[in-house]
């Protein structure tokens, strides 16, 4: 099924960067970056299973408590995500605490956190039981900066330059195939595991001459009947492009962050951009390696996104949120 998402600034424009996907439908839900979620509700926490940090900032960050606070105690896992020194800084939050008691805890809430290094994925574990010591896991490749890869979805980062590494996030949902049931019904073929094995070829593109079967068991035996794949995609799938969301935030406004942002954005249905100054700032912007909203308008523009949605304006504009916004879409525009 299509997994159905809601994206939602949970502190708005102004507040901590904080932007969580929640999959009404499925019961989980995603977070990119991790500052302030006060107004985030307990139970929309522990629907989150990948929590992804762009950068050790204190307003990027500084929400790791709560999420903690929430989640011990329940039998459940999050999984961490950030740039490189990441899992030091975790194991550090984590000793802040005297974890005496929680061995004996009948749940074994648990921590998995990886950290992107070049297109390397490091990654340890921290257990309750274990009074949340670092274990070590395997590291593994991440080939364009590939998080994590799913069945429905998949999520990817670049590294830019914030003078620190900050990692800007790209969500992207795979095609979808959808079988017409009441079509397979009318050419009297019953549903099966056979229908992962089509869905598998049309995702893997094979051509529409091949010949592909439709097999099921009853009480005669083994049946089968063979179609050309493309008789089968057009009379009893549909095919449904899924959608791109880019998340990118703490950003110098340079050549080479312009270049890996709109490669990573490019084409984003909806791009969530900084928009931190306007650019009579722009001297300002970049001594605090920040995006103005005409710089963020332009990289917008070089990624073709076709939404986008400015946050992280400094407080110093509360009364002229309009002119921000104005700003870019005029260099996205224009
Ligand atoms: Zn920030």
């Known amino acids: 099924m299509r997994p159905i998402f809601t994206p939602e600034l949970v502190n708005g424009p102004f507040g901590d960067p904080c932007l969580v996907l929640d999959f009404k439908f499925e019961g989980r839900a995603l977070l990119f970056d991790l500052g302030d979620i006060a107004a985030l509700a307990p139970r929309k926490i522990l629907r989150l299973t990948d929590v992804f940090v762009s950068h050790a900032?204190?307003?990027?960050?500084?929400?790791?408590?709560?999420l903690l606070r929430v989640c011990l105690g329940r039998d459940t896992a999050v999984r961490l995500y950030g740039p490189p020194g990441f899992i030091e800084r975790v194991a550090h939050k984590l000793s802040a605490y005297s974890w005496n008691l929680v061995h004996n805890y009948p749940?074994?809430?648990?921590?998995?956190?990886?950290?992107?290094?070049?297109e390397r994925l490091h990654a340890a574990r921290f257990r309750c039981h274990a009074r949340f010591a670092r274990e070590p896991l395997p590291e593994r490749a991440a080939p364009g900066g590939l998080l994590l890869d799913e069945d429905a979805f998949r999520v990817r980062a670049a590294a830019l330059d914030h003078d620190i590494t900050c990692l800007a996030f790209a969500f992207e949902e795979k095609t979808h195939v959808n079988v017409w049931k009441n079509r397979l019904a009318e050419m009297g073929l019953p549903t099966?595991?056979?229908?992962?094995?089509?869905?598998?070829?049309?995702?893997?593109?094979?051509?529409?001459?091949?010949?592909?079967?439709?097999?099921?068991?009853?009480?005669?035996?083994?049946?089968?009947?063979?179609?050309?794949?493309?008789?089968?995609?057009?009379?009893?799938?549909?095919?449904?492009?899924?959608?791109?969301?880019?998340?990118?935030?703490?950003?110098?406004?340079?050549?080479?962050?312009?270049?890996?942002?709109?490669?990573?954005?490019?084409?984003?249905?909806?791009?969530?951009?900084?928009?931190?100054?306007?650019?009579?700032?722009a001297g300002h912007a970049a001594r605090k390696f920040h995006l103005t909203a005409r710089q963020a308008g332009r990289i917008a523009r070089a990624a073709r996104a076709r939404q986008v949605v400015p946050f992280h304006f400094s407080p110093r504009y509360a009364e002229r949120e309009a002119e921000l916004r104005a700003e870019l879409e005029q260099a996205r525009g224009g």
């Open 57 to 66: 900032h204190m307003d990027h960050f500084v929400g790791f408590d709560r």
């Open 107 to 118: 749940t074994d809430f648990t921590l998995v956190v990886h950290e992107l290094d070049g």
């Open 192 to 281: 099966g595991p056979w229908l992962n094995e089509l869905k598998r070829a049309v995702m893997q593109g094979a051509p529409d001459d091949a010949p592909q079967r439709a097999w099921w068991r009853d009480r005669d035996g083994l049946h089968e009947r063979i179609f050309p794949l493309g008789e089968l995609k057009a009379r009893v799938l549909e095919l449904v492009p899924g959608e791109k969301l880019c998340y990118a935030t703490d950003v110098l406004y340079s050549a080479e962050n312009e270049r890996r942002l709109a490669a990573l954005a490019a084409d984003a249905d909806q791009l969530y951009i900084e928009c931190v100054f306007l650019e009579k700032d």
